[in-house]
């Protein structure tokens, strides 16, 4: 496992809270500075180090990638259908796999991997956790686009589509390999 990039090099995230408080791991930036790998190589990721309910944020091709690692409580917390503009990704950006409410390959429906990146305008979503009240999901502080813990836009939003999901493969049980 020589070639999995070293944890110390990530940026972990704590959800924005019900309070509004949040925090990240180190305090330090949403986008990690990217390594002097090309541009186009694909990156390993050891999921396993992602606590539960914890975000990870990586780099890839220039676009920051969260990686979610939900859990059962925060599964039941997807939003109902009637709320989302497109619930089953039908319009929106993902591998086959991943187009269906959890957006990841059956089997794998407790990490979420989903570009950071908001489909209005680009701006990066902060992920909010709300587990009493309150919608949870990423919400955009720019323009004020909200998806939930699918990465899925609610209707209403100025975003046009849920949030992209990168091309990746999972190589174990925690080791994925996205590009
Ligand atoms: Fe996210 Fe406009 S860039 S809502």
Redesign the pocket.
């Known amino acids: 496992m020589s070639d999995v990039k070293k944890l110390s090099r990530r940026q972990f995230v704590v959800a924005v809270g019900a309070l509004g408080a949040s925090a990240s791991s180190g305090g330090m930036s949403w986008y990690p500075a990217e390594s002097a790998r090309p541009l186009n190589a694909s990156i390993k990721v050891d999921l396993a180090a992602i606590e539960p309910g914890q975000m990870l944020v990586e780099t890839w091709r220039g676009r920051p990638v969260y990686m979610l690692h939900r859990t059962a409580k925060i599964l039941a917390l997807l939003t109902e259908e009637e709320h989302l503009l497109d619930p089953l990704s039908a319009k929106s950006k993902q591998p086959d796999f991943a187009q269906n409410r959890f957006r990841a390959p059956k089997g794998k429906e407790l990490y979420l991997i989903v570009f950071g990146v908001?489909t209005?305008?680009?701006?990066a979503?902060q992920f909010v956790l709300n587990e009493l009240e309150g919608r949870s999901g990423f919400f955009?502080p720019?323009?004020?686009?909200m998806y939930d813990l699918s990465g899925r836009v609610y209707k209403g939003?100025?975003?046009p589509a849920n949030l992209e999901v990168p091309p990746y493969r999972y190589l174990d049980e925690y080791i994925v390999e996205i590009g």
């Open positions: 908001c209005h305008l680009g701006c979503p955009c720019c323009h004020g686009s939003s100025k975003a």
